[in-house]
């Protein structure tokens, strides 16, 4: 079946460093691809997503390329802010309309000043 | 605000009390979700469904019930739960015409 794997977390940066969570994926054909983010105490929130191969999603300084090639589609921001401290999902949904949206564990990220 | 509302957004009940959980869309999507998030477990999918028919239940135990009476309006009801049931529950909903989901901030659930 369709599965997500993101890395292990927590991550723990200082501000303005790089960052990069990465976010594979198992599924047949074109899935549409998501990163959500979940601050605390709240719901997830969409970031950004990608619905074809090759397509770069971005919001608020992250961005994630859709890669068919190595079935991928990492998340990074070049400078990270102690706002950014959230917990961070990688998603997919089947190629198809499925309903069924897929998730990954989740990576914590603390960034501190 | 995310066009999902759920309520209450906090609740505790022991565990002979009956309770509902709600979730009200006002985005004109067909398909809605419970989903559960406990900690240091990932995001479980408990229930689906699309245009008011249940069209996925993820081995759920009995003791939660869902319901939904239109496409805007899904309930989850609870009755004799475990402390293990403590979680936040989340719902979402989406659309044939947009891939993503939406979701609602969710209900902090503590079951004593």
């Known amino acids: 079946g369709d599965s997500v794997t993101q890395m292990e977390g927590p991550v723990t940066l200082s501000e303005e460093a790089f960052l990069t969570i990465n976010c594979t994926y198992t599924?047949?054909?074109?899935?549409?691809l998501f990163w959500y983010v979940q601050y605390p105490g709240e719901g997830l929130q969409l970031l950004l997503k990608?619905?074809?191969?090759?397509d770069k999603g971005s919001n608020k300084g992250f961005e994630a390329t859709y890669r068919k090639e190595t079935t991928s589609f990492h998340l990074e921001k070049g400078s990270v802010q102690v706002s950014d401290s959230a917990v961070y999902f990688c998603a997919l949904r089947a190629q198809g309309g499925s309903e069924k949206l897929v998730f990954g564990k989740g990576t914590k990220l603390t960034v501190n000043p | 605000e995310t066009g999902v509302t759920q309520t209450p957004r906090h609740l505790v009940m022991g565990m002979t009390n009956k309770k509902s959980l709600k979730c009200e869309q006002h985005l004109g999507h067909n398909a809605m979700y419970w989903y559960k998030q406990s900690a240091k477990k990932p995001l479980e999918l408990m229930f689906v469904y699309n245009f008011k028919e249940q069209t996925e239940n993820n081995s759920v135990p009995s003791r939660f019930s869902p319901e939904c009476p239109n496409s805007s309006h899904l309930f989850l009801h609870l009755h004799t739960l475990q402390p293990e049931d403590s979680a936040l529950y989340l719902c979402?909903?989406?659309?044939?015409?947009?891939?993503?989901?939406?979701f609602g901030q969710g209900t902090r659930l503590t079951v004593v």
């Open positions: 990608a619905t074809k191969a090759d």
């Open positions: 599924a047949t054909g074109y899935p549409s």
């Open positions: 979402a909903s989406s659309s044939l015409s947009h891939t993503e989901a939406f």
